[in-house]
C-alpha cells in the first residue's frame, strides 16, 4: 500500500517561494511517475506537474516559468518548488502518484496560504 | 490547456441513476483513452473511481461506470446512496504538454 504525506510551511510571504516535500512509503518511488496538484478552497484540482524516478518532469504550462520539481530516491521523496507567489497560490496542495494517467494514491493534502 | 467541461451540479434520489457528462476536445479526452474519474468528499483527498474510461479500480462498487463518445466521457452513477453525494471530477491526458487535465467539477446531491 503505498502512503504519501506532504510536508511543509503552510504560510508563505507574497513574492517567497513556496516549498514542499512529499515522502513516499509502500512503494518504489524510482519507477514511478509521481505528481503535484492543488486545489484553492472552494475550487477545482490544477495538475501542477509530473516527475519521473529519473528526474524527467512535465509541467502546466500556465505554471512553467515559476516550477520546480525534483527528486531524491535516496530519501523516498520529492519536492515542489513555486517561485514568485501570490494570493492566488493559496490552495491545499496535494501530491500524488500517477499511474496511466490515472492518480491511484493521493496525500492527505496540506494548505498553504499566502500571505503578509 | 483548458479544463474539461463538466455541468456544476447533477442530483438523483435514492436508487437512481445520474450521469456526469466531460467534455473535452480531439487532443484530449477524444484522442486518448486515458479518461479518469475522483470522488472527493469534503475536506478529504479525492479517490480514483474509474481509469482508462471503463476500468474500476478494486473496491470501487460495480455501480459506477464509464464509457466516452468522441470528446465527451460519462460517469454513471447507479442504484444512488447517500454516501454517493460528493464532488467528482474527470481528468484526461492532454497529449500537447505530455500532462493531465481536470474537469470543472461536477457537485452530485442524493435527493
Known amino acids: 500500500q503505498v502512503q504519501l504525506q506532504e510536508s511543509g510551511p503552510g504560510l508563505v510571504k507574497p513574492s517567497e517561494t513556496l516549498s514542499l516535500t512529499c515522502t513516499v512509503s509502500g512503494g518504489s518511488i524510482s519507477s514511478n511517475y509521481w505528481s503535484w496538484i492543488r486545489q484553492p478552497a472552494g475550487k477545482g484540482l490544477e495538475w501542477i506537474g509530473r516527475?519521473?524516478?529519473?528526474?524527467?518532469?512535465n509541467y502546466n504550462p500556465s505554471l512553467k516559468s515559476r516550477v520546480t520539481m525534483s527528486i531524491d530516491t535516496s530519501k523516498n521523496q520529492f519536492s515542489l518548488k513555486l517561485n514568485s507567489v501570490t494570493a492566488a497560490d493559496t490552495a491545499v496542495y496535494y501530491c500524488?502518484?500517477?499511474?496511466?494517467?490515472?492518480?491511484?494514491?493521493w496525500g492527505q493534502g496540506t494548505l498553504v496560504t499566502v500571505s503578509s | 490547456q483548458s479544463a474539461l467541461t463538466q455541468p456544476p451540479s447533477a442530483s438523483g434520489s435514492p436508487g437512481q441513476s445520474v450521469t456526469i457528462s466531460c467534455t473535452g476536445t480531439s487532443s484530449d479526452v477524444g484522442g486518448y483513452n486515458y479518461v479518469s474519474w475522483y470522488q472527493q468528499h469534503p475536506g478529504k483527498a479525492p479517490k480514483l473511481m474509474i481509469y482508462e474510461v471503463t476500468k474500476r479500480p478494486s473496491g470501487v462498487p460495480d455501480r459506477f461506470s464509464g464509457s466516452k463518445s468522441g470528446n465527451t466521457a460519462s460517469l454513471t452513477v447507479s442504484g444512488l446512496q447517500a454516501e454517493d453525494e460528493a464532488d467528482y471530477y474527470c481528468?484526461?491526458?492532454?497529449?500537447?504538454?505530455?500532462?493531465?487535465?481536470f474537469g470543472t467539477g461536477t457537485q452530485v446531491t442524493v435527493l
Open positions: 516527475i519521473y524516478g529519473s528526474g524527467n518532469t
Open positions: 500524488a502518484r500517477v499511474l496511466r494517467w490515472a492518480i491511484d494514491y
Open positions: 481528468s484526461s491526458y492532454a497529449g500537447s504538454n505530455n500532462l493531465g487535465v
